[in-house]
Nanobody, 122 residues
Framework: QVQLVESGGGLVQAGGSLRLSCGASGSILSINTMAWFRQAPGKQREQVAGITSTGSTNYADSLKGRFTISRDNAKNTVYLQMNSLKPEDTAVYYC????????????????WGQGTQVTVSS
């Protein structure tokens, strides 16, 4: 019903930058919040940042100033610009979107992307 395609991960040196993208497609009526999570080896998945349909954003306190979330509503795509990357940012990054389907307009559902690996070398 909803497909999420992530891209932009990779290997980068400490201090470098990456931009992740996550595009949603399918029988979507509307998208509310779009968010990025990450999960490092041996750790729980944590929310990195979120953005509402009106553009309000929130970030994990430890990441403020280095990461920026944005979205293109016309493309149903959310982005995560990551600057000044550190080895501890190494993780699989997942997008999560909260949508209403054309077939189920009164229910908000959430979907996860497949994840994209970000590796920051020291």
């Amino acid at each position: 019903q909803v497909q999420l395609v992530e891209s932009g991960g990779g290997l980068v040196q400490a201090g470098g930058s990456l931009r992740l993208s996550c595009g949603a497609s399918g029988s979507i009526l509307s998208i509310n919040t779009m968010a990025w999570f990450r999960q490092a080896p041996g750790k729980q998945r944590e929310q990195v940042a979120g953005i509402t349909s009106t553009g309000s954003t929130n970030y994990a306190d430890s990441l403020k100033g280095r990461f920026t979330i944005s979205r293109d509503n016309a493309k149903n795509t959310v982005y995560l610009q990551m600057n000044s990357l550190k080895p501890e940012d190494t993780a699989v990054y997942y997008c999560r979107v909260y949508v209403r389907l054309r077939s189920l307009p009164n229910v908000e559902l959430s979907y996860w992307g497949q994840g994209t690996q970000v590796t920051v070398s020291s």
